[in-house]
T-cell receptor
């Protein structure tokens, strides 16, 4: 079963706008990670946020984590056409499962 | 460092056949995990190997198996292929594995079962 659920499933915006994607999960976590996947290819790690962190930045990316609501958000500022991809959140499997459990992903399209 | 490599990149098989996929991790990484990605089920964890031992396993039937060699290279095998096994199979390597490490993914093997 999926631990993370992304929202929205698809998002289409104009180049230069900001894109926000949300992820909700069910069990307590140790950390949450975000990955990007370009069409049908491997995943690229974007950022990891630990359960004791509330916000983390990396370049144009900003990730927040609210463990009380079991949710995270990924903000991409000043979007570019190259940001077009699917974005996945991943959490540990809960109960020390020692594995990553991915959500269904958000398909982001940046229109020129 | 060279990234994670997977071979072959594309594969077409027929029902009932078996298939072996290969993954070479980043040099120095001891953990290799395998995932299956389909449009319907998304990314699902298959298993993880660390230092030649299977450390964790997902909810897949016994037709799916794997192994890891002393050089950390890993193979996964699917026997008696079914149409539903058509998917992108991704492997990922990390230094320590599990949920604490960043996973570095390969480009995947696209398996089509006819």
């Amino acid at each position: 079963s999926q631990q993370g659920e992304e929202d929205p499933q698809a998002l289409s915006i104009q180049e230069g706008e900001n894109a926000t994607m949300n992820c909700s999960y069910k069990t307590s976590i140790n950390n949450l990670q975000w990955y990007r996947q370009n069409s049908g290819r491997g995943l690229v790690h974007l950022i990891l946020i630990r359960s004791n962190e509330r916000e983390k930045h990396s370049g144009r990316l900003r990730v927040t984590l609210d463990t009380s609501k079991k949710s995270s958000s990924l903000l991409i500022t000043a979007s570019r056409a190259a940001d077009t991809a699917s974005y996945f959140c991943a959490t540990d499997g809960g109960e020390g499962a020692q594995k990553l459990v991915f959500g269904q992903g958000t398909r982001l399209t940046i229109n020129p | 460092k060279a990234g994670v490599t997977q071979t072959p990149r594309y594969l077409i098989k027929t029902r009932g056949q078996q298939v072996t996929l290969s993954c070479s991790p980043i040099s120095g990484h001891r953990s290799v995990s395998w995932y299956q990605q389909t449009p319907g089920q998304g990314l699902q964890f298959l298993f993880e190997y660390f230092s030649e031992t299977q450390r964790n396993k997902g909810n897949f039937p016994g037709r799916f198996s794997g192994r890891q060699f002393s050089n950390s290279r890993s193979e996964m095998n699917v026997s008696t292929l079914e149409l539903g096994d058509s998917a992108l199979y991704l492997c990922a390597s990390s230094a320590r594995g599990g949920y604490t490490d960043t996973q570095y993914f390969g480009p995947g093997t696209r398996l089509t079962v006819l």
